[in-house]
Nanobody, 123 residues
Framework: QVQLQESGPGLVQSSQTLSLTCTVS??????????WNWIRQPPGKGREWVGA???????DYSPSLKSRTSISRDTSKNQFTLQLNSATPEDTAVYYC???????????????WGQGTQVTVSS
């Protein structure tokens, strides 16, 4: 059974780096076809795709966040990590990790999700 679990600080100071880790169990993140995604949902808004890392370590980022975003992985721990630099209160959201299949540039179909973790960026 595939499971994903987000972890990281729930509170980040403005201008600091927001860092979250997703631990995957049940399948290696190096398995072909799948991409490992970060998606967020700000309060009162819809979900927003942040970025993804593929089975070979290739990355794909939302154009609006690309300049501040880095996604990396640790295959020995079966984890992938999001770093969002220069955080602002507008980055406050529930952050989800999810497994997906790539449909096109910035487009994915998801089949497994983590439960989500609230991150608040204080001003």
């Amino acid at each position: 059974q595939v499971q994903l679990q987000e972890s990281g600080p729930g509170l980040v100071q403005s201008s600091q780096t927001l860092s979250l880790t997703c631990t995957v169990s049940g399948v290696p993140i190096t398995m072909n076809v799948y991409y490992w995604n970060w998606i967020r949902q700000p309060p009162g808004k819809g979900r927003e795709w942040v970025g993804a890392i593929g089975s070979s370590g290739n990355t794909d980022y939302s154009p609006s966040l690309k300049s501040r975003t880095s996604i990396s992985r640790d295959t020995s721990k079966n984890q992938f990590t999001l770093q969002l630099n220069s955080a602002t209160p507008e980055d406050t959201a529930v952050y989800y990790c999810a497994r997906g299949v790539r449909l096109g540039i910035g487009e994915y179909e998801y089949d497994y999700w983590g439960q989500g973790t609230q991150v608040t960026v204080s001003s």
